[in-house]
């Protein structure tokens, strides 16, 4: 038995602290919200964002960041993006030198363009920072449907050990060293979801959907192995197979709020409706500068930041994707 703490109460952090105490572990879950931990406490279950999912009774919850962390094994950082670095100040005079952190949501910081383990490693440089993501959607491992993930680490010492502590009969943990392209796949594959969602929206088809896997598929490798990423990453789970289930699954929050501006809501109307934080928003932007800044093209990404921003219809978006100039679909092959 090992003991962990979850930091973050969201459905992804209820789901996977449904995961680690049913292999056995001590779980303790932190919230800053204290009627979330109140729910929690009085259920076993977080109606809100989880609701259908009981919890086992040996997990234990608190608004006491310091219990969450201290003597633990093992943190799994859960808040969304948005909320890593604030959250990661508050951890740090708590994590003890050698503590292994688990980034498990997927961004990019706007300012500095930092994929979440740098931003944690910079706040709290006594961790061993890794990431845990793959298609997964916290309703289905709710509910212990099989789900395949990847756990990446700079040391493989780090990454099996997070594997065997999660890993299980319907919850499969592969290991990677790639931590940059793992962290560039999950983050940027939210933006493209919202344009899958936007042609879902529209009323399009199979072929469209298809079409912006493929080709966002095509973008985010680009950009990721531009930065010094590994092409095979985009190839796996954290890239192909997190970018189809987002851009498909009923449950992907970035899917639906695309669906809703692609029938003509405004983005704070989809969001508002959605009632979760949607990663790809937030990621949306430094998608963008990173293309600028290392010159690769993502006319995707620059097509949502388009809707999202600068408040162009979805539809006059897709049409210019479209109309784009005449190209290969791979320069480098040759006739």
Same mark, same amino acid.
């Given at each position: !038995?090992? #003991?962990?703490? /979850? @930091? $973050?109460?969201?459905?992804w952090g209820?789901?996977? +602290?449904?995961?680690?105490?049913?292999?056995?572990?001590? /779980?303790?879950?932190?919230?800053?919200?204290?009627?979330?931990?109140?729910?929690?406490?009085?259920?076993?279950e977080?109606?809100d964002?989880?609701?259908?999912?009981?919890?086992?009774? +040996?997990?234990t919850?608190?608004?006491?960041?310091?219990?969450?962390? +201290?003597? !633990?094994?093992?943190?799994?950082?859960?808040?969304?993006?948005? %909320?890593?670095?604030s959250?990661? #100040?508050?951890?740090?005079? %708590?994590v003890?030198?050698?503590?292994?952190?688990?980034?498990?949501?997927?961004?990019? *910081?706007?300012?500095?363009?930092?994929?979440?383990?740098? @931003?944690? *490693?910079q706040?709290?440089?006594?961790?061993?920072?890794?990431?845990?993501?793959?298609? +997964?959607? =916290?309703?289905?491992?709710? @509910?212990?449907?099989?789900?395949t /993930?990847?756990?990446?680490?700079?040391?493989?010492?780090?990454?099996?050990?997070?594997?065997?502590? %999660?890993?299980?009969? &319907? %919850?499969?943990v592969?290991?990677?060293?790639?931590?940059?392209g !793992? *962290?560039?796949g999950?983050?940027?594959?939210?933006?493209i979801?919202l344009?899958? $969602?936007?042609?879902?929206?529209?009323?399009?088809?199979?072929?469209?959907?298809a079409?912006?896997?493929?080709r966002?598929i095509a973008?985010?490798?680009?950009? =990721?192995?531009?930065?010094?990423?590994r092409?095979?990453?985009?190839?796996?789970l954290?890239?192909?197979?997190?970018?189809? /289930?987002t851009?498909?699954?009923?449950?992907?929050?970035?899917?639906?709020? $695309?669906?809703?501006?692609?029938?003509? #809501?405004?983005?704070?109307?989809?969001?508002?409706? &959605?009632?979760?934080?949607v990663? $790809?928003?937030?990621s949306?932007?430094?998608?963008l500068?990173l =293309?600028? #800044?290392?010159?690769?093209s993502?006319?995707?990404?620059?097509?949502?930041?388009?809707?999202?921003?600068d408040?162009?219809?979805?539809?006059?978006?897709?049409? *210019?994707?479209?109309?784009r100039?005449?190209k290969?679909?791979?320069s480098?092959?040759?006739?």
């Amino acid at each position: !038995m090992h #003991k962990i703490g /979850v @930091i $973050g109460a969201g459905s992804w952090g209820i789901a996977l +602290s449904k995961v680690l105490a049913n292999n056995g572990h001590s /779980v303790v879950v932190w919230s800053i919200v204290e009627d979330e931990i109140r729910m929690l406490c009085e259920k076993h279950e977080h109606v809100d964002k989880l609701p259908g999912v009981q919890l086992p009774d +040996s997990i234990t919850f608190t608004t006491d960041i310091e219990k969450a962390i +201290s003597g !633990m094994e093992m943190i799994v950082l859960a808040v969304p993006s948005v %909320f890593t670095r604030s959250t990661a #100040k508050m951890m740090a005079p %708590f994590v003890k030198e050698g503590q292994v952190i688990v980034c498990v949501a997927k961004g990019i *910081e706007e300012d500095t363009l930092m994929p979440l383990t740098d @931003i944690v *490693e910079q706040e709290i440089p006594v961790a061993t920072v890794a990431v845990m993501c793959g298609p +997964s959607h =916290a309703e289905e491992v709710g @509910i212990g449907l099989p789900t395949t /993930v990847v756990a990446g680490a700079k040391d493989k010492a780090t990454a099996e050990q997070i594997q065997d502590i %999660f890993m299980n009969r &319907v %919850f499969r943990v592969y290991t990677s060293p790639d931590v940059l392209g !793992m *962290e560039l796949g999950g983050s940027l594959k939210n933006v493209i979801a919202l344009a899958a $969602g936007m042609a879902d929206g529209l009323g399009y088809g199979d072929n469209t959907k298809a079409a912006l896997i493929t080709r966002g598929i095509a973008e985010l490798t680009r950009l =990721a192995t531009k930065m010094g990423a590994r092409e095979e990453t985009l190839s796996g789970l954290t890239g192909i197979g997190d970018l189809i /289930v987002t851009c498909q699954s009923r449950h992907s929050r970035n899917r639906k709020a $695309g669906m809703l501006m692609g029938q003509g #809501k405004t983005m704070e109307e989809a969001t508002a409706e &959605v009632k979760m934080v949607v990663e $790809g928003i937030y990621s949306a932007k430094a998608a963008l500068a990173l =293309a600028k #800044k290392y010159e690769v093209s993502m006319p995707i990404i620059e097509a949502v930041n388009h809707v999202l921003f600068d408040g162009q219809k979805a539809s006059d978006a897709v049409e *210019e994707l479209m109309l784009r100039d005449k190209k290969s679909e791979h320069s480098g092959l040759e006739w």
